[in-house]
């Protein structure tokens, strides 16, 4: 199995300018999970699919970010418009049923905002 | 009462030393503590993980060693090899949930060769 796949790898984008980054969960894991890394605030949790519905998107920082999960295969997550300040690296998780012991992740999108 | 705190926040060690990084929580509704280690430009990858109905849990030369009465848990890395150079990441969920997940504000440990 490839494992998570996250796309592009790396974003460099403009202030106000809307970013979509990707996500390919692995085949057969029915639950997704976005989390924002930075250093002054670590991993955080974003949202949180289970069988592509939004279960919890309570950690969604503002209404400039959404998600979606179409299929079982894809999600993505938008910013837009994007500042400065959402300069984080994105990772993308899919697991079994919420599983954390199950949990892998991708290798995340490094996106910078100038 | 989220939170998880770790300590410390960076640590250096000599080749064939012992690495040990602490953790501490107060949700005692929290019941799985897994530990992440993450490689520049990799996503966080599951290392070890343990239950609070065990005190400790030794997978090759990864130990964890958890306290229930004190909401500790740690973990050791015992010969410690350049490779072992990472960011380290504690985290808490209840049912084991993803969820419910909290990570650790991690640790970053550098093995002298």
């Known amino acids: 199995d490839a494992g998570v796949i996250q796309s592009p790898r790396h974003e460099v984008t403009e202030m106000g300018q809307e970013v979509t980054l990707r996500c390919k969960p692995i085949?057969?894991?029915?639950?997704l999970f976005w989390y924002r890394q930075t250093m002054m605030r670590g991993l955080e949790l974003l949202i949180y699919?289970?069988?592509?519905?939004?279960?919890?998107d309570s950690g969604m920082p503002e209404d400039r970010f959404s998600a979606k999960m179409p299929n079982a295969s894809f999600s993505t997550l938008k910013i837009q418009p994007s500042e400065p300040r959402d300069s984080a690296v994105y990772f993308c998780?899919?697991?079994?049923?919420?599983?954390?012991?199950?949990?892998?992740f991708g290798p995340g999108t490094r996106l910078t905002v100038l | 009462q989220q939170q998880v705190k770790q300590s410390p926040q960076s640590l250096i060690v000599q080749k064939g030393g012992i690495s040990i990084i602490n953790c501490a929580y107060e949700n005692t509704a929290f019941d799985y503590f897994p530990w992440y280690q993450q490689f520049p430009g990799k996503g966080p990858a599951l290392l070890i993980a343990i239950r609070p109905d065990v005190s400790e849990k030794k997978e090759g030369r990864f130990t964890i060693s958890f306290n229930k009465s004190a909401k500790q848990f740690s973990l050791h890395i015992m010969d410690s090899q350049p490779g072992d150079s990472a960011t380290y990441f504690c985290a808490a969920s209840w049912d084991n949930y993803g969820q419910n997940f909290v990570f650790g504000p991690g640790t970053r440990l550098s093995v002298l060769p």
């Open positions: 085949s057969g894991h029915n639950s």
């Open positions: 998780a899919s697991a079994l049923g919420g599983r954390t012991d199950t949990q892998y």
């Open positions: 699919f289970n069988n592509n519905v939004p279960i919890d």
